[in-house]
């Protein structure tokens, strides 16, 4: 069976420090990775996403990174954090092929003080 | 760009009782998945759909690729099925998933 671990599970930072915010994905090779952000009461917001080790594409522009250096890694980071980067971090995979069903990790929650 | 249109945002059911979910798309997607997020803000999958209609206990689901929407319809409602409620809908040849606002579900005993 598949599983996806992310961690931390919950993290306080200083504005301006750096983040790295990892997730693991178990049973099941070559996945499409993808990083989402969730503020308090908020929608979902997809960051990034990335079909292949190395390769990665960005949704929407935050001031973050990610990078796949393994085939069952995704991990996202910052330099800098700011206020505005607090909330809930998601990291999901799907399938490669046509039926592309979102599974979610459990999620990190970040506050940026 | 593409637009997820989720309504209503607020819902308050007695116990038993049911009701109808609905998401509105402004472009043609491909399929469209169904979540509910408890409080501890995990997301759990209730359906996935590229076509026609789903269903599993209480909960069925339906989307209209055609006419550019989707439903949740949920029947004799528990208190387990407080939560907030998303759609996510796919476009056609991208890894891009829009989530609708959300609908806040609260089912009073």
């Known amino acids: 069976a598949q599983t996806i671990h992310q961690w931390p599970v919950a993290e306080i930072k200083a504005v301006g420090s750096p983040l790295s915010l990892g997730c693991t994905i178990k049973?099941?090779?070559?996945?499409?990775l993808y990083w989402y952000w969730q503020a308090t009461g908020g929608t979902l917001q997809q960051l990034f996403y990335?079909?292949?080790?190395?390769?990665v594409e960005s949704v929407v522009q935050l001031n973050l990174s990610a990078s796949r250096p393994k085939d069952d890694q995704f991990i996202l980071s910052t330099e800098k954090l700011l206020l505005s980067h607090s909330g809930f971090y998601l990291c999901?995979?799907?399938?490669?092929?046509?039926?592309?069903?979102?599974?979610f990790g459990a999620g990190t929650r970040l506050s940026v003080l | 760009g593409d637009q997820v249109e989720q309504s209503p945002s607020a819902l308050s059911l007695h116990e038993g009782t049911g009701s109808a979910l609905r998401c509105n798309f402004t472009?043609?997607?491909?399929?469209v998945q169904w979540f509910q997020q408890n409080s501890r803000g995990s997301l759990i999958n209730l359906f996935y759909?590229?076509?026609g209609t789903k269903e599993n206990g209480r909960l069925k689901s339906t989307f209209n690729s055609k006419e550019s929407y989707s439903t949740l319809h949920i029947r004799d409602a528990q208190l387990e099925d407080s939560g907030t409620y998303f759609c996510?809908?796919?476009?056609?040849?991208?890894?891009?998933?829009?989530f609708g606002a959300g609908t806040r579900l609260k089912v009073i005993a």
């Open positions: 999901a995979w799907s399938l490669t092929h046509s039926q592309n069903t979102l599974y």
């Open positions: 049973g099941k090779s070559s996945p499409n």
């Open positions: 990335s079909i292949t080790v190395g390769q």
């Open positions: 472009t043609t997607m491909r399929a």
């Open positions: 759909l590229a076509s």
């Open positions: 996510a809908a796919i476009n056609t040849g991208n890894y891009k998933y829009v």
